[in-house]
């Protein structure tokens, strides 16, 4: 639970900006205005920040397993941030910094990454099924058994990630580029893989069945 000495009337009003490490465990802030506020480290495991704002935020490194974050302005610093299991539904990624973030077991129904910097981050498992994907950065990333069925990855950047397993059907692929990729028993029926980059990519066991490749 947060300290006694913490005034969340302030910081749910925006009047206070940095709070470094801060305990705010089970706090509710659903609503606040917390636009470019500095939270790196901070604990929000069960936080409810649901429909807050966190536009240009600063929480690289913070624990939010299990956070509500549903209709919430997301488009913040999240490096290294632990989201596990956290409820992102509707949430506002645009753009945002998940380097090296561990989404696993979080709820991303309707959530927009697009222009998101994903490199490195942890999205085993997720479900992205019909997410806008479109020019993220998901370098390195491992989606291994993932569901992006239908999802929109125009111009996404794949290289190096790890898709095995992962469920590409219907996907929008076009331009994307997926060099040097994994996709071991990916299922890509009738994705558009139009104009994508393929070079050095791992198709072993793919379904390719109606998969625009041309």
């Known amino acids: 639970m947060p300290s006694d000495a913490l005034d969340l009337t302030a910081l749910r009003s925006g009047q206070i900006r940095h709070l470094p490490g801060a305990d705010l465990e089970d706090t509710d802030l659903s609503g606040s205005n917390l636009t470019g506020v500095h939270l790196p480290g901070a604990n929000l495991v069960g936080a409810n920040l649901s429909h807050a704002s966190l536009a240009q935020a600063h929480l690289e490194g913070s624990n939010l397993m299990g956070a509500n974050l549903t209709g919430t302005d997301l488009r913040a610093n999240l490096w290294g941030a632990n989201l596990m299991q956290s409820d992102l539904t509707g949430a506002d ?11 696993m077991g979080a709820c991303l129904s309707g959530v927009s990454l697009a222009g998101a910097f994903l490199s490195g981050s942890n999205l085993i498992g997720v479900n992205l099924q019909g997410v806008d994907l479109r020019g ?10 993932a569901n992006l069925k239908g999802a929109d990855c125009g111009q996404a950047d794949f290289q190096g990630a790890r898709l095995d397993n992962a469920n590409l059907e ?21 994705a558009d893989l139009m104009g994508a980059q393929l070079e050095g990519v791992n198709l072993t066991g793919a379904c390719l069945v109606g998969t625009s490749l041309a």
Do not use: I, Y
């Open 93 to 103: 990624l645009r753009g945002a910094n998940l380097r090296g973030a561990n989404l």
């Open 136 to 145: 993220a950065d998901l370098r390195g990333a491992n989606l291994t058994d």
């Open 170 to 190: 219907e996907a929008d692929l076009r331009q994307a580029n997926l060099s040097g990729a994994s996709l071991v028993g990916a299922n890509l029926l009738c």
